[in-house]
């Protein structure tokens, strides 16, 4: 495997481990009720766009080019807006387990999109491997308990959304796979997360200013922390390393991945237990992950 391959595989897999971390933790943060879905997802692109415009002060200068300052929002809208607002919205209509399974579709659609716009050739190995892993994922995601839906949950609407998130991710790992490799990551978040600061901030300002700053706890300030540093300052400068890197079938791959290390996590606190069928869930979502990732990446895609 070429050095900058592995080095791409590697960020997602860091990546991997913080988004599987960041459920059990946003859970953490909003059982209190003084902080909403809403008012999360706002402090992830707000928290974010300001520790990308400090990042910026110590890494070279990048100047865009006009011609991209509107793909750049493009990007914004289905990397980051359409993505998270959607599904964190939806995940509030909807139960976690209809969320999880909804995200197993992700690489599928990715494989599709990649197929017919970046001609990225669906070989059997790859299609075998996508289908290995959304079936190990279901199983583990299905596989447990998980809590009834509340007598207020809307599971269409919220399935739909959830779908619809899935969706920009695809197509933003595609359509804005070369955007992405022009720039730097630091100068690339900078710019998207500022964007959608600006064409979020005004629908939920009323409901981020009214939460009780003053009375709440540690714990939840520990958990916005790392929903804002690490589940999304960090995780997002992975991201755009390893789209530079790898094909965009590759890294959606990883999307398999947070529901494995979400039940470990479960596993290690002692929420759950290890059975044989989520050893078998795990062994198909790392064989699905392998097949689909062993293939070298074009020259175009390597380490410049």
Known sequence: MEPGTLKGHAAMGAAAVIWGLMSPVSKLVMQGGEVSSASLATFRLLGAAVLFWLA??????????????????YASLFGIIFNQMAFTVGVGFTSPADAAIITTITPILTMILAAFVLREMITGRKA????ASAVGAVLLITGGSHTPAAPRDN??????LCLASQCSVAVYFVFF???IGK???VTLMKWMFTYAVCACLPFTFREVSS???SSLPLQTWTGIAYVVVLATFVSYICLSFAQQRL???AVSMYNYCQPVIASSVAVLWGMDQFGWLKTLSV???FTGVFLVTRGKAPAAMQEQ
């Open 183 to 185: 720039y730097s990551p």
């Open 155 to 160: 599971n269409l609407l919220g399935d739909i």
């Open 211 to 213: 939460v009780p700053y």
């Open 56 to 73: 910026s002060c110590f890494v070279p200068r990048e100047k865009i080019d006009p011609r991209d300052r509107l793909n750049l929002f």
């Open 283 to 285: 062994l198909l979502v």
């Open 177 to 179: 796979k070369r955007l």
């Open 128 to 131: 075998a491997g996508v289908c």
């Open 247 to 249: 094909k965009p079938t």
